[in-house]
């Protein structure tokens, strides 16, 4: 089955983030170097992370997190009904 190829746009949102991270770890690298302590340029990058993340949102890992999430509800739902003796 042929899926359809990604969006110009698509390409230009990737392109835009792995820039933007390229950025991230081109600032902690000179955090590092300047004696930053790990914990503060682990912080740096968490928060950096997750700022690109609301600006950058990455739709395609968002419906495969929203996917899982729902086949684990029913799993779960299933497993949990499945004892229930409802006579």
Not at 42 to 71: C, G, M, R, T
């Amino acid at each position: 089955m042929n899926q359809p190829r990604k969006s110009l746009m698509d390409s230009k949102v990737r392109l835009e983030k792995i820039k933007r991270l390229e950025a991230i770890k081109k600032k902690a690298e000179g955090m590092a170097e300047g004696g930053s302590a790990s914990a503060e340029v682990n912080d740096y990058i968490q928060n950096a992370k997750k700022k690109l993340a609301f600006e950058v949102p990455d739709e395609e890992a968002f419906k495969k997190a929203v996917q899982a999430s729902e086949k684990y509800q029913s799993q779960r739902d299933k497993t949990r009904y499945s004892n229930t003796d409802l006579r």
